[in-house]
């Protein structure tokens, strides 16, 4: 793969981007900023910013490395070209994104060939800890992720929506729409989508990362995963999987989470804490599970709607089982499942242990939704004493009289 430097660029660009800088009427702090057009492509070592309303193409790795800033506008657009180059945009260890859309103008990371898995999407690798040692490669771009500082900052994204992605490097490497690699508690996830990728909409590797209003539509493989010890907390997540019949493809579990699957019981031990979920599967006669905790994770789940799969919450192994039984670990209060649940391997249906792990849990309800995820249950768990969490008493993650996901998401 062709990386190419910033401070290597030709002359003639170098100084038109100088230029445009010294001229910009609202750019006062001597910060570099990148003309429309301009194309993302190798390493980035000093401060950039994109403006608003500009489209920037992508092409190949783009490397944001320590110590530079790439600075994002609302209603910027940046497109990886339709080449045979893998694209995708990586914020390595010490680096930083500020990528804030707003609800009406959000940025948007998207593809000339609009197909699932058209690029690699974005990766962030920070220096929280993880479990497969102190430090680890990322899948995508072989940079370092982990560490000892859990509130590591690699910046701040608010929405964002990225299209497209999850390009498949090879069969253990994917990018994702959105890949967290030991990414600390200082970073700041709001308001994002991962729109029809070819793998996972949101992936977590390690770290302490916490994240609200996430939106995971129609990615091939999983909504949400975790793994590599995962702690962070999350609050009004939705999944939402088209049928096959649209896609053209089919989508595989709401959530599928791990501790580490070359050793479960590793430590940090994945336990995140989430709570006002919206999980709605696409009734597939060939990807049936919904929440799938499995490799040791443990979990604390809150508040959410779960339906359209066969087996809508499974468990896969002794350590997670035992976790969810007794109920300090792992918790699941006040889930409400449209369907039956399934422990995979180690017994038959079990609903005496999904109502005996905490209160409110019910199955075989019916959950009535509109525009596909939009509407809550009165009741829940209120999180609030901890500053993270909103009160949000209720099951589920968009009410109808605030429909947050309006205006930035497809």
């Known amino acids: 793969m062709k990386k190419i430097n910033w401070k290597f660029a030709p002359l003639a660009f170098v100084a038109t981007m ?136 690699s910046g701040t994204m608010k929405y964002v ?26 970073t700041t996830l709001e308001y994002l989508q991962a729109y029809r990728g070819s793998d996972d909409g949101f992936e977590f590797f390690g770290g302490t990362v916490n994240v609200k209003h996430l939106v995971s539509t129609s990615n091939s493989d999983d909504s949400f995963d975790w793994t590599e010890g995962w702690r962070g907390k999350g609050q009004f997540l939705v999944a939402y999987q088209e049928s096959k019949a649209t896609l053209g493809y089919d989508c595989d579990a709401l959530i599928e989470a791990d501790n580490y699957d070359k050793n ?50 499974t468990t896969e192994t002794a350590e997670t089982e035992a976790a969810l039984v007794g109920g300090t670990n792992s918790i699941l209060n006040n889930i409400i499942i449209e369907g039956d649940i399934k422990v995979s391997g180690l017994g038959g249906y079990t609903s005496a242990l999904f109502a005996a792990t905490a209160t409110g849990n019910k199955i075989g309800q019916t959950i009535t939704l509109t525009s596909n995820y939009v509407g809550t249950i009165d009741g829940g768990t209120d999180l609030s004493a901890d500053s993270f969490f909103e009160k949000a008493a209720y099951k589920g993650a968009v009410t109808s009289s605030n429909n947050w996901t309006t205006g930035w998401t497809r």
């Open 18 to 153: 100088f230029v445009f800088t010294a001229c910009s009427s609202d750019d006062d702090d001597n910060t570099n900023t990148a003309p429309d057009g301009t194309e993302l492509k190798g390493e980035l070592t000093q401060d950039l910013t994109l403006k608003s309303g500009n489209t920037y193409p992508l092409t190949g790795g783009y490397h944001v490395k320590s110590g530079a800033t790439l600075t994002i506008e609302p209603g910027v657009i940046i497109k990886a070209k339709d080449d045979d180059i893998v694209d995708y945009i990586l914020i390595e260890q010490g680096a930083k994104i500020d990528a804030q859309g707003t609800a009406t103008n959000p940025i948007v990371m998207t593809a000339e060939k609009q197909s699932y898995g058209a690029w690699g999407g974005v990766h962030i690798c920070g220096k929280a800890s993880i479990n497969i040692g102190s430090t680890g490669k990322s899948e995508i771009g072989d940079a370092t992720y982990g560490g000892t500082t859990d509130t590591d900052n």
């Open 161 to 186: 929506r990225v299209e497209y992605a999850g390009y498949n490097f090879s069969e253990t490497k994917e990018g994702n729409g959105f890949t967290f690699y030991g990414v600390g508690s200082g």
């Open 264 to 313: 479960v019981v590793a430590t940090p031990v994945s336990q995140p804490t989430l709570a006002n979920l919206t999980l709605v599967g696409n009734n597939s006669d060939a990807n049936t599970r919904g929440i799938r905790l499995r490799a040791g994770t443990y979990a604390k789940i809150y508040n959410a709607l779960v339906k359209g799969k066969t087996n809508n919450l």
